[in-house]
């Protein structure tokens, strides 16, 4: 049945002559900073046997995670590549922290798109220190959580790992947060 469902709705859309307007391309508009999609934070029941299913299936290293006594609860967090990135898939058993996470390419950019989200009173949820990023968080427009994050370069902190970050101080006293952390 579900098959059969399937089928017909690809063969109506594939007939479709809809596309998307224009004002929605896909292309970068001159002057703007790019965001990329750098990872998800999914909601699971079990983070530590998702992580195991990720891992199994995917070859992922788990590379941190958190037991429910923790603040944030049970976590786990996967990468690929943890020599480059600190995670791809973060686990979550509480729903609240599932979200999308948009990496910049430098302190300016991150801050390019925090002052962004503050020009369009879009409410800023937590602003952290991650060790491993700058990040800060908010709401899309259906309560979806959205991440934008700067790597600091520094993998080492094991996640869950989060301090406030107070981006009223000048690019040096939040450098130095990196090191002081290192």
Do not use: C
Not at 37 to 63: K, W
Not at 149 to 165: C, F, I, K, N, V
Not at 169 to 179: G, H, N, V
Request: cysteine-free.
């Amino acid at each position: 049945m579900m098959t059969q469902t399937l089928n017909a709705l690809l063969t109506r859309l594939s007939g479709s002559k809809e596309s998307l307007p224009k004002e929605a391309s896909t292309g970068n508009q001159a002057g703007r900073q790019e965001a990329r999609i750098g990872h998800v934070g999914l909601h699971v029941t079990n983070p530590a046997a998702s992580a195991e299913f990720y891992r199994d299936v995917f070859g992922m290293e788990i590379v941190g995670g958190s037991t429910r006594d923790h603040p944030v609860g049970a976590t786990a967090f996967l990468s690929s590549r943890p020599d480059e990135e600190a995670h791809e898939i973060a686990l979550f058993a509480n729903p609240e922290f599932a979200h999308i996470a948009f990496k910049v390419s430098s302190l300016a950019e991150f801050r390019s798109f925090h002052a962004r989200v503050v020009e369009k009173n879009i409410p800023i949820k937590f602003v952290f220190n991650n060790g491993v990023s700058f990040a800060f968080y908010f709401d899309d427009p259906d309560g979806h959580m959205i991440e934008v994050y700067w790597a600091t370069g520094d993998l080492s902190h094991r996640q869950p790992y989060a301090q406030p970050l107070d981006l009223s101080q000048p690019d040096e006293a939040l450098l130095e947060k990196i090191t002081a952390t290192i």
